[in-house]
């Protein structure tokens, strides 16, 4: 059973995504902000990482750069949940290895469809 | 030097109000925008503050909710105290998006959640918040928008943006 990773400071959000995730097979583990979140991927085998963007302590940009410098973790896809819309915020997050991104709220279906295309 | 501006306080103010009522809507809370005695209910309200700043522009937005369309719009499992902070985060997100049609850009501050009765701001100039009800309750959104000396929001013009509920894959 594929593993993914949700990283969002809003436990609302974290419960939202993995009662959706889980109803389509998937495991979920929570994070709640970048520190949190590599923690987190440094303890699970995770096919999939969705990330806030907005967060205490660690953003997901930041988060995402630190992905993309780590070997390990590089080649797990990355996607992005967040209000942000504006074009350079995505083009920078495209630049920095991400696979999507989705704009809240997201539609359930949307959500599973992205994460049984993007999963590896 | 920042002052507030009545013109652009009141477009801000229809931008936020607009957001409200199409957030609410996507979680299923139909509002409906009125204007009404808000301030005698005892019952406990939360309320979530967010900023929001760039260089021309800076602001706070309050959202006030009673129980009701509350715990209505809130997703199964999900918690009043933290709810009423994400919705806060994604009304000032629409308020962002909507405020690029504007060519302008604003970071947003993370939000604080407060529990209390007759919640309102104490504004430097009298004013009032875009007031909704629904059967279930009320939500209140006040904001606070202070400009640089000479600012004027320009004409609107499509966003370089996505939609609320967009997804991109790469």
């Not at chain 1, 599973?112 to 993007?118: D, E, F």
């Not at chain 2, 522009?57 to 809130?74: D, F």
């Amino acid at each position: 059973m594929k593993k993914i990773l949700i990283v969002d400071d809003s436990e609302t959000i974290r419960i939202t995504v993995s009662t959706t995730l889980e109803g389509a097979g998937f495991t979920v583990v929570q994070a709640v902000d970048g520190i949190d979140g590599l923690a987190k991927l440094a303890e699970n085998d995770v096919s999939l990482i969705i990330l806030d963007v907005n967060m205490p302590r660690l953003g997901g940009l930041e988060m995402l750069e630190r992905i993309q410098a780590e070997p390990k973790f590089s080649k797990i896809p990355v996607v992005m949940l967040t209000t942000e819309a504006h074009f350079s915020l995505i083009e920078r997050a495209k630049k920095l290895g991400a696979k999507g991104w989705m704009i809240k709220p997201v539609k359930p279906e949307n959500l599973i469809a992205a994460a049984k295309k993007i999963s590896t | 030097m920042y002052l507030e501006k009545p013109t652009v306080t009141d477009q801000i103010n229809d931008l936020a109000a607009n957001a409200c009522s199409e957030l609410f809507a996507d979680y299923g809370v139909a509002l409906a925008r009125g204007h009404f005695d808000w301030s005698a209910s005892n019952d406990p309200l939360l309320s979530s503050v967010m900023g929001f700043v760039c260089e021309p522009l800076r602001g706070t937005c309050l959202l006030v909710c009673e129980r009701g369309p509350l715990e209505t719009s809130c997703p199964p499992g999900g918690r009043a105290r933290d709810w009423i902070g994400e919705l806060a985060n994604q009304l000032v997100g629409r308020l962002k998006i909507k405020l690029l049609a504007y060519e302008i850009d604003v970071a947003l501050t993370t939000p604080i959640v407060l529990q209390g009765i007759r919640i309102q701001p104490l504004p430097r100039t009298a004013t009032e918040p875009a007031m909704f009800s629904n059967p279930a309750g009320v939500v209140l959104v006040w904001t606070e928008v202070e400009v640089a000396s000479g600012f004027s929001l320009p004409a609107p013009r499509p966003p370089e943006a996505g939609e609320t509920g967009e997804m991109m894959l790469f």
